[in-house]
């Protein structure tokens, strides 16, 4: 396995790495940055396009940094070794561990997906939060949601603290990102039940029923949910009861709540055929 070895903060290779923090430059060159043990092998096991791998010794964790690398190398991914000053240039992270990939974008579309018979889909309409997007997206994934759909967002998915939050999973769901129509007409065309959240809803959310292919939609940290969604007629409006001052959830805690009562409803209805 050849080995790379870069001393210099000033090397082109670690200035281009440095440029793609910036999203014009991500979509410039349709690659992104990869950090930390964990995403990076996920990326890998979930045949993410690797190009390169850059690591410190020095910053290892523990011992499975380099079966990584040995793995990374199999596959004829190039490796390069940094020193301490050069990897903290690059590094996205107060506490790195060492190391990190360079990787291709993948497309974001919606005939790569195919859903399941009694499918679960999370909608996120315009967020704006890197760490609320990435969040959403491990959460969607727990719950074992079909796709995540994102509506004009703010952020791209590509923004290493994305990446970061989502700890991987932007890896291994599958992710649309398209706009409000072509979202409704998916969703139509797969006959797929659509719940709006918002505090204003007259509904509360365990009230509904989640057994059939169900697709819920959340809103902006700012904003919450447009008029799009909110004054669609096929769409049922669905809240959260709140008994404190507060009008709202952050919006990855309302999705976990409602994305669980969907899990319990299927696994109970489940248990009772049994």
């Known amino acids: 396995m050849h080995v790379e070895i870069i001393t210099s903060r000033q090397n082109d290779r670690i200035k281009f790495l440095c440029k793609l923090r910036d999203r014009v430059k991500r979509d410039r060159h349709g690659m992104f940055i990869v950090e930390g043990y964990r995403e990076l092998?996920?990326?890998m096991d979930n045949d993410i396009p690797v190009d390169v791998i850059f690591f410190c010794e020095k910053f290892f964790k523990d011992l499975a940094s380099w079966d990584l690398i040995?793995?990374?190398?199999?596959?004829?991914?190039q490796i390069c070794?940094?020193?301490?000053?050069?990897?903290e240039k690059i590094s996205c992270r107060e506490n790195c561990d060492g190391i990190l990939?360079?990787?291709?974008f993948w497309h974001l579309d919606f005939p790569q997906v195919k859903l399941s018979n009694n499918a679960l889909i999370l909608v996120a309409e315009s967020i704006e939060k890197a760490g609320n997007l990435g969040a959403l997206m491990r959460s969607a994934e727990s719950a074992g949601a079909d796709m995540l759909i994102l509506c004009n967002p703010v952020t791209d998915i590509?923004?290493?603290n994305v990446i970061r939050a989502s700890q991987g999973a932007v890896f291994s769901l599958p992710t649309v990102v398209t706009d409000n129509e072509k979202t409704l007409k998916f969703l139509e065309t797969n006959a797929v039940q659509i719940f709006t959240t918002t505090p204003s809803a007259k509904n509360i959310y365990f009230h509904e029923n989640f057994t059939s292919p169900t697709a819920i939609i959340v809103g902006s940290e700012h904003d919450g949910l447009s008029d799009f969604w909110l004054k669609n007629d096929g769409a049922t409006p669905i809240a959260l009861p709140q008994k404190g001052m507060s009008d709202s959830l952050n919006v990855n805690d309302a999705a976990v709540i409602v994305l669980y009562e969907v899990v319990r409803q299927r696994m109970q209805k489940e248990s009772n055929r049994m």
Do not use: T
């Not at 040995?70 to 991914?77: L, P, V």
């Open 81 to 87: 070794q940094l020193g301490a000053e050069v990897f």
């Open 70 to 77: 040995q793995r990374a190398g199999s596959k004829n991914i």
């Open 158 to 160: 590509f923004n290493p």
């Open 101 to 104: 990939g360079l990787a291709k």
């Open 41 to 43: 092998s996920r990326a």
